[in-house]
């Protein structure tokens, strides 16, 4: 009866041990750090996210990225992960979609410059909607050569370099964002670059007469925007002898009393002009050689179109913004990926912005009588745009002639 009564008791004690050490580990394993590691765990085996090693007797084994840390903070949450040595971090660019599908839109994900440390950034707040502010925007900028600003994710600022990363594709349906997109995008050019060269193409003759003055030329037809892209070329043409004389390959190198100034051409419901030839040809040309010619493109549409974005045009347009999308079809025709499908109605200015992989992006708002004030001073009058009209030589009509067999 004693030996039982104490077998008794410690059968019970180990018992007791048992669930303490069971609630502990339950406890540990329901903590949001774990909670994320095990999620990581799954989505790098769901999404094949490995590095294949042939082992013994030609063995399959396979190398998963490794957990260095998670991290909780007020308003984000952040794991850092490392690569196998060997696998190509543009694996985990690819598949950046896979970590928003488990973790939620709030996941952006950051390379660091080794090329094998990734940081996953889980917020639990958006980024509310926010008034273009002329200050803030220069002091984002700094002294960047062709300023981009984009808006603010939830890591702050977000502005680049079209010098670098050059033409932009502006995609989103009536009433995301996309018209204002680019309003404050071609605003913030030609308030900070001296010397700026704007064309504009308004297909629709709704967005650009606010840059009338401003502007080189706005047009409003095809046969106007055909004028201007002949005359591009023209001057690419030029440009390219400029750089052989000097011998440089860009002309940010050319020495600058003989540095002629940046050109971009801004087009508006691009998609319409898909029957026209020669003015998408010249579209091409410019998105192919442009860059190091200092002309760059900034194309906009409501329905990103197939037949429009083909692949070489596509390729060269390494930086592009999609509000939201009717469907995922036109959303993987804009950024690969059908994201801005995703995006609700009622997040109106919201982008996902793609450079470097994809990213979510407020962008400011700038409506037509703050943007009429800020862009004042650098209207001119109708009599200087009358005076430039008369000193500008005379265009030849016919520039290219094709040529074919009756």
């Given at each position: 009866?004693?030996?039982?009564?104490?077998?008794?008791?410690?059968?019970?004690?180990?018992?007791?041990?048992?669930?303490?050490?069971g609630?502990?580990?339950?406890?540990?394993r329901?903590?949001?750090e774990?909670?994320?590691?095990?999620?990581?765990?799954?989505?790098?085996?769901?999404?094949?996210?490995?590095?294949?090693?042939n082992?013994?007797?030609g063995?399959?084994?396979?190398e998963?990225p490794?957990i260095?840390?998670?991290?909780?903070?007020?308003?984000?949450t952040?794991?850092?992960?490392?690569?196998?040595?060997?696998?190509?971090?543009?694996?985990i660019?690819k598949?950046?979609?896979?970590?928003?599908?488990?973790f939620?839109?709030?996941?952006?994900?950051?390379?660091?410059?080794d090329a094998?440390?990734?940081?996953?950034?889980?917020?639990?707040?958006?980024?509310?909607?926010?008034e273009?502010?002329?200050?803030?925007?220069?002091?984002?900028?700094?002294?960047?050569?062709?300023?981009?600003?984009?808006?603010?994710?939830?890591?702050?600022?977000m502005?680049?370099?079209?010098v670098e990363?050059?033409?932009?594709?502006i995609?989103?349906?009536?009433?995301s964002?996309?018209?204002?997109?680019?309003r404050?995008?071609?605003?913030?050019?030609?308030?900070?670059?001296?010397?700026?060269?704007?064309?504009?193409?308004?297909?629709?003759?709704?967005e650009?007469?606010?840059?009338?003055?401003?502007?080189?030329?706005?047009v409003?037809?095809?046969?106007?925007?055909?004028?201007?892209?002949?005359?591009?070329?023209?001057?690419?043409?030029?440009?390219?002898?400029?750089?052989?004389?000097?011998?440089?390959?860009?002309?940010?190198?050319?020495?600058?009393?003989?540095?002629?100034?940046?050109?971009v051409?801004?087009?508006?419901?691009?998609?319409?002009?898909?029957?026209?030839?020669?003015?998408?040809?010249?579209?091409?040309?410019i998105?192919?050689?442009?860059?190091?010619?200092?002309v760059?493109?900034?194309?906009?549409?409501?329905?990103p179109?197939?037949?429009?974005?083909?692949?070489?045009?596509?390729?060269?347009l390494?930086?592009?913004?999609?509000?939201?999308?009717?469907?995922?079809i036109?959303?993987?025709?804009?950024?690969?990926?059908?994201?801005a499908?995703?995006?609700?109605q009622?997040e109106?200015?919201?982008?996902?912005?793609?450079?470097?992989?994809?990213?979510?992006?407020?962008?400011?708002?700038?409506?037509?009588?703050e943007a009429?004030?800020?862009?004042?001073?650098?209207?001119?009058?109708e009599?200087?745009?009358?005076?430039?009209?008369?000193?500008?030589p005379?265009?030849?009509?016919?520039e290219?002639?094709?040529?074919?067999?009756?």
């Open positions: 009866m004693i030996v039982s009564g104490v077998t008794l008791a410690a059968a019970a004690k180990l018992a007791g041990a048992g669930g303490s050490g609630a502990a580990w339950l406890v540990w329901g903590m949001p774990q909670v994320v590691r095990r999620k990581l765990m799954h989505l790098f085996r769901f999404g094949n996210l490995f590095y294949k090693i082992g013994y007797k063995r399959e084994l396979r998963y490794r260095k840390r998670v991290t909780q903070y007020f308003d984000r952040e794991a850092a992960f490392v690569v196998p040595l060997g696998m190509d971090p543009e694996l660019n598949n950046e979609w896979l970590f928003r599908q488990m939620g839109p709030g996941a952006e994900l950051t390379c660091s410059e094998k440390t990734f940081v996953m950034q889980v917020y639990s707040t958006s980024v509310a909607p926010f273009y502010d002329c200050e803030q925007i220069d002091q984002c900028i700094g002294k960047l050569h062709l300023p981009i600003y984009v808006g603010r994710s939830r890591s702050g600022d502005a680049y370099d079209m990363h050059p033409h932009l594709l995609a989103g349906e009536t009433g964002g996309k018209s204002v997109a680019v404050s995008v071609l605003t913030t050019l030609i308030r900070t670059v001296k010397g700026l060269e704007l064309y504009c193409a308004d297909m629709k003759r709704s650009f007469h606010l840059f009338r003055g401003i502007a080189q030329e706005v409003i037809d095809a046969v106007g925007l055909h004028s201007i892209v002949l005359k591009l070329r023209r001057e690419m043409k030029q440009r390219g002898d400029l750089l052989d004389r000097h011998e440089v390959a860009h002309v940010n190198d050319l020495p600058e009393w003989d540095r002629p100034s940046y050109i051409l801004a087009v508006d419901e691009v998609a319409l002009l898909k029957k026209e030839k020669s003015i998408m040809e010249g579209i091409e040309e998105s192919t050689i442009g860059r190091a010619l200092g760059f493109l900034i194309l906009s549409m409501q329905r179109d197939a037949d429009v974005l083909d692949g070489k045009l596509k390729n060269n390494t930086v592009r913004m999609a509000f939201r999308l009717p469907d995922e036109n959303s993987r025709i804009a950024i690969d990926s059908g994201e499908a995703a995006i609700k009622s109106k200015g919201r982008m996902v912005f793609k450079l470097d992989g994809c990213k979510y992006v407020q962008g400011p708002r700038l409506d037509l009588k009429y004030e800020i862009l004042a001073p650098y209207r001119r009058t009599a200087v745009m009358q005076q430039e009209q008369a000193a500008e005379p265009q030849q009509e016919v290219y002639v094709e040529v074919g067999l009756l």
